[in-house]
């Protein structure tokens, strides 16, 4: 059974830094994608960054709202997923949630395309 288990999240104030951790259990990322996404109240689930690998290559690609400021990463060793953010902004205050696919495929941040869920974890930035 595939777990996604969640950690990291908070308040903090406008231009401060948060880290979310992403352990996931009974899954073997490989070459599949992984990703954050994050919903405010009110809103759509809205891709941040996602992370997939094919052969020796690790690519990545990010929302352009955190282009610059936000870094996803992934520690095969350990199986987790990170999202090391900076620079916080307001803005940026939803609930957070990491997804990873059932299967290699071309890697995006559409919701649609993710099979398995974390639990989702608050990130409030106040001004």
């Known amino acids: 059974q595939v777990q996604l288990a969640q950690s990291g999240g908070g308040s903090v104030q406008a231009g401060g830094s948060l880290r979310l951790s992403c352990a996931a259990s009974?899954?073997?990322?490989?070459?599949?994608?992984m990703s954050w996404f994050r919903q405010a109240p009110g809103l759509e689930r809205e891709g941040v960054a996602a992370?997939?690998?094919?052969?020796?290559?690790?690519?990545?690609t990010y929302a352009d709202s955190v282009k610059g400021r936000f870094t996803i990463s992934r520690d095969n060793a350990k199986n987790t997923m990170y999202l090391e953010m900076n620079s916080l902004k307001p803005e940026d205050t939803a609930k957070y949630y990491c997804?990873?696919?059932?299967?290699?495929?071309?890697?995006?941040?559409?919701?649609?395309?993710?099979?398995?869920w974390g639990q989702g974890t608050q990130v409030t930035v106040s001004s």
């Open positions: 997804a990873a696919t059932i299967a290699t495929m071309t890697c995006s941040l559409a919701p649609d395309q993710y099979n398995y």
């Open positions: 009974g899954y073997a990322p490989g070459s599949k994608c």
């Open positions: 992370i997939w690998t094919r052969g020796s290559f690790t690519y990545t």
